[in-house]
């Protein structure tokens, strides 16, 4: 762990005058000040029943309908007439009500009762209690300046068009990221710099499970650097053309499609249009779930500026985007929806074939004249569907528009609520590295070290009776020997037996999680010989990692 100290209350004046608090940002969106406010309600009985009635709703809403359904719903405003929080009126309804759809309409009423309640003298209290003055704090702390010497940086994953990805590790936390680092002097050359301001502005907006997040930017003196989530499990063009025979199961299509979907909502909701869906930005993490990712070409939709410019890429592009002069709006992500489902599903693009050489001009005309066709075996009624109302050539046709896309037949297996909590099992799990490692590394094969201890003779040596005893250290034989003063036994400082640091062999005082050219020979951790080889010190929570560990991310 880094060395962070939480600033003092006094630090925080300055900060206090200037926040406004929002509820919903600090006590709902904020992790650190809904866990505080969460504390401070449970000082107060009449504050804690409020917010212990929102979380069983929460756990309500998630539940499987089934037989059960309709008692846990009773149960659950049956006790509301005597809570604090409803009107005279909605208390008087929940007693009265009989059926499950009334139950359930008056959820939706106490549920909206119990937040205001929760606004007004709760929050009063908690702005004025020292777990506001806590949560000051923690901002005061996010704040402070974030350069490069926070982070070790380990390995490239990818260039692009105004630089390259690597993956990071936080000294502070040792958590890893991908550090997107874009070269001052392209972004100059090209006119790239206000399309990496909006990046940055359009990541800092958003925040959901289905779109990479931005965890802090900064700069040095030749990059901008933006850090962000690292998605260790490819990305899903490599899935589908790399693993296995092209494409991707049905099950796999339908819950990437299902993540995608809320991805695009998210960012339709904010007023943001990305431009730019295809399977190559859509990254998996070690959990098998999927991200949207490289933001670069989302703009903002304004109603008084129409959006005409040619953006994206070819293949994904919508009709009406290929056209001159034609402006254009969030259809024409949910086309780029439709062409990744097609190519998901058939291992190629809609308007065409696998490694065909096409130009620019060829496929443009394509994509505005030619019907899809649906010619490979694994193209249900509903993924033809799908893909057929995302496709449409008129964007007001375009599913997407005129009715919500998750209601559509394709998504019927997925329960969308629980897959924006996080409750639906993906189909298939990356599998990180960290759980394959111990399987790896499981010390000695036994014949080949007793065949080893034996011919270098040291088991005779072991074997000797005059020789030390041992005790079991962190895992380790160490060899005891008496001390020089006071007759005591003290640890052998000598060859192999030396007890050391269960995951380092650095200096004293260098931080953990970075890299350290340690002297070793072969696979043992002596200091001695002259060949030298990188080790990493994991921090906490970290496996360690060497150069050549493979992690897929941004690319």
Same mark, same amino acid.
């Given at each position: 762990?880094?060395?962070?100290?939480?600033?003092?209350?006094?630090?925080?004046?300055?900060?206090?005058?200037?926040?406004?608090?929002? +509820?919903?940002?600090?006590?709902?969106?904020?992790?650190? %000040?809904?866990?505080? +406010?969460?504390?401070?309600?449970?000082?107060?009985?009449?504050? $804690?029943?409020?917010?212990?009635?929102?979380?069983?709703?929460?756990?309500?809403?998630?539940?499987?309908?089934?037989?059960?359904?309709?008692?846990?719903?009773? #149960?659950?405003?049956?006790?509301?007439?005597?809570?604090?929080?409803?009107?005279?009126?909605?208390?008087?309804?929940?007693?009265?009500?009989?059926?499950?759809?009334?139950? #359930?309409?008056?959820?939706?009423?106490?549920?909206?009762?119990?937040?205001?309640?929760?606004? &007004?003298?709760?929050?009063?209290?908690?702005?004025?209690?020292?777990?506001?003055?806590?949560?000051?704090?923690?901002?005061?702390? !996010?704040?402070?300046?974030?350069?490069?010497?926070?982070?070790?940086?380990?390995?490239?994953?990818?260039?692009? %068009?105004?630089?390259?990805?690597?993956?990071?590790?936080?000294?502070?936390?040792?958590?890893?990221?991908?550090?997107?680092?874009?070269?001052?002097?392209?972004?100059?050359?090209?006119?790239?710099?206000?399309?990496?301001?909006?990046?940055?502005?359009?990541?800092?907006?958003?925040?959901?499970?289905?779109?990479?997040?931005? #965890?802090?930017?900064?700069?040095?003196?030749?990059?901008?650097?933006?850090?962000?989530?690292?998605?260790?499990?490819?990305?899903?063009?490599?899935?589908?053309?790399?693993?296995?025979?092209?494409? =991707?199961?049905?099950?796999?299509?339908?819950?990437?499609?299902?993540?995608?979907?809320?991805?695009?909502?998210?960012?339709?909701?904010?007023?943001?249009?990305?431009?730019?869906?295809?399977?190559?930005?859509?990254?998996?993490?070690?959990?098998?779930?999927?991200?949207?990712?490289?933001?670069?070409?989302?703009?903002?939709?304004? &109603?008084?500026?129409?959006?005409?410019?040619?953006?994206?890429?070819?293949?994904?592009?919508?009709?009406?985007?290929?056209?001159?002069?034609?402006?254009?709006?969030?259809?024409?992500?949910? +086309?780029?929806?439709?062409?990744?489902?097609?190519?998901?599903?058939?291992?190629?693009? /809609?308007?065409?074939?696998?490694?065909?050489?096409?130009?620019?001009?060829?496929?443009?005309?394509?994509?505005?004249?030619?019907?899809?066709?649906? @010619?490979?075996?694994?193209?249900?009624?509903?993924?033809?569907?799908?893909?057929? =109302?995302?496709?449409?050539?008129?964007?007001?046709?375009?599913?997407?528009?005129?009715? @919500?896309?998750?209601?559509?037949?394709?998504?019927?297996?997925?329960?969308? /609520?629980?897959?924006?909590? %996080?409750?639906?099992?993906?189909?298939?799990?990356?599998?990180? +590295?960290?759980?394959?490692?111990?399987?790896?590394?499981?010390?000695?094969?036994?014949?080949?070290?007793?065949?080893?201890?034996? !011919?270098?003779?040291?088991?005779?040596?072991?074997?000797?009776?005059?020789?030390?005893?041992?005790?079991?250290?962190?895992?380790?034989?160490?060899?005891?020997?008496? #001390?020089?003063?006071?007759?005591?036994?003290?640890?052998?400082?000598? %060859?192999?037996?030396?007890?050391?640091?269960?995951?380092?062999?650095?200096?004293?005082?260098?931080?953990?999680?970075?890299?350290?050219?340690?002297?070793?020979?072969?696979?043992?951790?002596?200091? @001695?010989?002259?060949?030298? $080889?990188?080790?990493?010190?994991?921090? /906490?929570?970290?496996?360690?990692?060497? /150069?050549?560990?493979?992690?897929?991310? $941004?690319?």
């Amino acid at each position: 762990m880094g060395s962070l100290v939480l600033p003092g209350p006094q630090d925080c004046a300055e900060l206090h005058r200037e926040l406004t608090p929002d +509820f919903h940002s600090l006590c709902q969106q904020q992790p650190i %000040g809904r866990r505080l +406010f969460r504390d401070f309600l449970a000082t107060v009985p009449s504050y $804690q029943v409020a917010a212990d009635f929102l979380e069983e709703v929460c756990s309500w809403e998630l539940a499987d309908p089934g037989s059960g359904h309709g008692l846990a719903l009773q #149960a659950l405003l049956v006790p509301v007439s005597s809570h604090p929080f409803p009107s005279p009126a909605l208390a008087t309804r929940c007693q009265a009500a009989t059926t499950e759809e009334e139950l #359930a309409a008056l959820v939706v009423l106490a549920k909206a009762e119990a937040t205001a309640f929760l606004q &007004d003298q709760p929050l009063r209290d908690f702005l004025a209690s020292p777990f506001y003055d806590k949560s000051l704090q923690g901002k005061l702390l !996010e704040r402070q300046p974030v350069c490069d010497k926070d982070f070790t940086e380990f390995r490239l994953l990818g260039r692009g %068009g105004f630089g390259e990805v690597c993956a990071v590790q936080g000294k502070n936390t040792g958590k890893m990221y991908a550090c997107k680092k874009l070269d001052k002097k392209r972004l100059k050359k090209r006119g790239g710099e206000k399309m990496a301001l909006l990046e940055k502005e359009v990541l800092e907006r958003v925040s959901s499970p289905f779109i990479v997040s931005l #965890a802090c930017a900064f700069q040095t003196r030749s990059h901008f650097c933006l850090v962000m989530s690292l998605m260790a499990g490819g990305d899903l063009k490599f899935h589908i053309y790399c693993v296995g025979e092209r494409g =991707l199961s049905p099950s796999r299509v339908v819950f990437y499609a299902a993540q995608m979907a809320c991805g695009l909502l998210h960012l339709h909701s904010l007023g943001i249009l990305y431009r730019d869906l295809k399977p190559k930005d859509v990254l998996l993490d070690d959990g098998g779930s999927c991200r949207l990712s490289d933001l670069g070409l989302a703009v903002h939709i304004q &109603d008084d500026k129409p959006i005409t410019q040619r953006a994206g890429t070819s293949g994904y592009m919508a009709p009406e985007i290929l056209m001159e002069k034609v402006s254009y709006s969030y259809p024409v992500d949910w +086309f780029a929806m439709g062409c990744s489902i097609y190519e998901m599903v058939a291992g190629r693009t /809609p308007f065409r074939d696998y490694k065909e050489q096409v130009s620019k001009e060829d496929l443009r005309q394509r994509t505005l004249k030619e019907e899809v066709s649906f @010619q490979h075996g694994d193209f249900t009624n509903d993924t033809k569907d799908i893909c057929r =109302l995302l496709l449409a050539e008129k964007p007001e046709q375009r599913l997407g528009i005129g009715g @919500q896309p998750r209601k559509h037949p394709f998504f019927k297996s997925i329960n969308f /609520p629980h897959l924006e909590a %996080g409750l639906v099992e993906p189909p298939i799990c990356a599998g990180p +590295f960290g759980e394959v490692l111990p399987k790896i590394c499981d010390g000695a094969v036994p014949i080949a070290w007793q065949e080893e201890i034996i !011919e270098t003779g040291l088991f005779e040596e072991l074997s000797d009776p005059n020789r030390p005893c041992v005790f079991l250290n962190q895992g380790k034989y160490v060899s005891l020997k008496p #001390a020089k003063t006071h007759g005591e036994w003290s640890a052998g400082d000598s %060859g192999h037996n030396q007890p050391s640091p269960p995951v380092s062999l650095s200096p004293r005082g260098q931080q953990p999680g970075s890299w350290d050219k340690a002297k070793t020979r072969g696979s043992s951790q002596r200091l @001695q010989g002259q060949s030298q $080889q990188w080790v990493m010190k994991p921090g /906490p929570h970290q496996s360690p990692l060497t /150069p050549d560990h493979e992690l897929c991310g $941004q690319g």
